[in-house]
């Protein structure tokens, strides 16, 4: 009987073991939309599907509020337009953390403070400003003794890289190297904390489908790629991504920061250009990935680094700026009705299996976008060109800039302070130069010129004209200034 009892507690213990190393899987609860439900309603939903993890773009009062009680753990968000205070004034850091973090705590319980996102690729330049904030965030969390439970980091944009492929290859760009990456990861070995980023092997396969499989970008079964410079096979884009990362840290010496995906997703639906934008391919990547993550295992290059990963996002939010797709990441309707089925834990996992096999690129025909580079100056060889909506409002423009700058991926540095087109230093000059960048780069696509309203398309630009005029004479290419 003592032995029975032995090898009972020794299956426990085993048991338990391996499902504390296998990895986690979250949710962003993104809010930019006018048909949500309240957050008490959304806090019965995440229980409801077992997710135990959320992270938010904010420190909302009445979302921290509502997950107080419910044992979900949390990651707020210290905006961008933040940062420049919270580095220059330890009172403000000291004061943000009072009112959202140490008035919550521990019944609600956070358990990470994002510093900004993406910060990059802001076209507000507060990349200046991000490790003085961290720093000053944490010493802030030192004065409530909260900074052994509460870990910070800022989640980074895979364009943070220089190179990402192969894997092996992954280096960071290296105007940042000295500036921040090393700062930040200084920080984060000094305080345990992990590496943020967001992965989105969609972008990636969207424009590349002509070379990248549906399947390897799905992590769908198939033979895999081996990455050239290390030998290791891969089978799915999403850990290539991941290594990349890692390859790039070990490159400069910091093999023992870890990663936690803050971003990672698959439209539902999108434009006729975002190719594989459709519902059966989202519910594959994020139904295989929740099984890829959950049931443990680390990369090739990192076997044993199960990863935390967060899906991007919990609702279609109809308020976001940018393409179709970008209102289509969601995991549940606003009503609460799943987008597609698949399960978040790993008892929903016992029953799952991905149904979307052979399921062409999009919903009609694959269409190839072109291969245009960012920013608008070799691309202007078209007719049309996309200018902002002075009409739209100041907070239209602003959203429509941030994200043509941002996860749009638009050209941007020659509207930054002292390049070539800041003059003329205006909302609607900025946006409109920002709006045609990410137009060109979409191939002049059905709805790349839309921005909620922001923008329209013309085939004289009088105002443009002049400004992407400037900028193309500037760096030597007279020929496709616009007439």
């Known amino acids: ?62 979302v921290l509020k509502a997950l107080s009680g419910s ?84 989640p980074l944009a895979l364009s943070a890289l220089q190179n990402s492929y192969p894997s092996s290859s992954g280096s960071f760009r290296p105007e940042l190297v000295d500036l921040v990456i090393k700062p930040m990861l200084d920080f984060l070995r000094e305080t345990g904390s992990r590496l943020m980023i967001n992965v989105y092997p969609f972008f990636a396969y969207e424009g590349n489908s002509d070379v990248i499989p549906l ?33 790039a840290m070990s490159a400069l010496k910091y093999d023992d920061i870890e990663i936690i995906v803050t971003e990672t997703g698959w439209p539902s639906k999108g434009d006729e250009n975002e190719v594989g934008a459709i519902v059966a391919n989202a519910a594959s990547y994020n139904g295989n990935l929740i099984r890829r993550i959950l049931t443990g295992g680390g990369t090739p290059l990192r076997p044993k680094a199960d990863l935390t990963v967060y899906l991007f996002a919990l609702f279609n939010e109809n308020k ?25 834990t790993q008892e929903g996992l016992k029953h799952y299996r991905d149904g979307g096999h052979n399921t062409p690129a999009t ?30 409002g100041k907070d239209r423009l602003q959203g429509g800039l941030d994200y043509a700058c941002g996860e749009g991926g638009a050209d941007c540095r020659p509207i930054q302070r002292g390049a070539p087109c800041y003059s003329p230093d205006t909302l609607e000059a900025h946006a409109s130069f920002a709006f045609n960048s990410y137009y060109q780069k979409k191939g002049r696509a059905g709805g790349s010129c839309y921005f909620g309203g922001a923008a329209y398309v013309v085939s004289q630009p009088p105002r443009l004209r002049i400004l992407i005029g400037f900028y193309l004479v500037k760096y030597g290419e007279r020929d496709n200034v616009p007439t």
């Open 1 to 62: 009987m003592d032995y029975l009892r032995a090898f009972i507690f020794l299956v426990l213990i085993l048991s338990a073991i391996s499902l504390s190393d296998a990895g986690s899987v979250g949710v962003n609860y993104g809010r930019i939309s006018d048909e949500l439900p309240s957050a008490f309603k959304v806090v019965q939903l995440l229980k409801s599907q077992g997710i135990d993890r959320v992270k938010i773009f904010d420190a909302d009062p009445a």
């Open 71 to 154: 044992g979900i753990r949390v990651t707020v968000d210290l905006p961008n337009e933040m940062l420049f205070s919270a580095a220059k004034r330890p009172s403000f850091a000291a004061s943000w953390v009072k009112s959202n973090v140490a008035a919550y705590h521990p019944s609600t319980q956070i358990e990470s403070i994002a510093v900004g996102n993406e910060v990059f690729v802001d076209p507000h330049n507060t990349t200046k400003y991000l490790i003085p904030a961290m720093r000053n965030i944490h010493k802030a969390l030192v004065s409530y003794n909260l900074h052994s439970s509460i870990k910070i980091s800022s």
């Open 215 to 247: 399947d390897y970008a799905l992590l769908r079964e198939n033979p895999g790629m081996v990455d050239s410079g290390n030998g290791l096979r891969y089978f799915n884009l999403f850990d290539a991504q991941i290594d990349a990362v890692f390859a």
């Open 320 to 344: 976001k700026f940018g393409p179709t797709s970008e209102r289509n990441y969601g995991l549940f309707f606003p009503d609460e009705k799943k987008v597609y089925d698949i399960p978040f």
């Open 363 to 392: 919903g009609n025909q694959q269409v190839t976008p072109p291969n245009n580079g960012g920013g608008v100056s070799k691309s202007l060889t078209g007719s049309t060109w996309c200018v902002a909506n002075g009409d739209a």
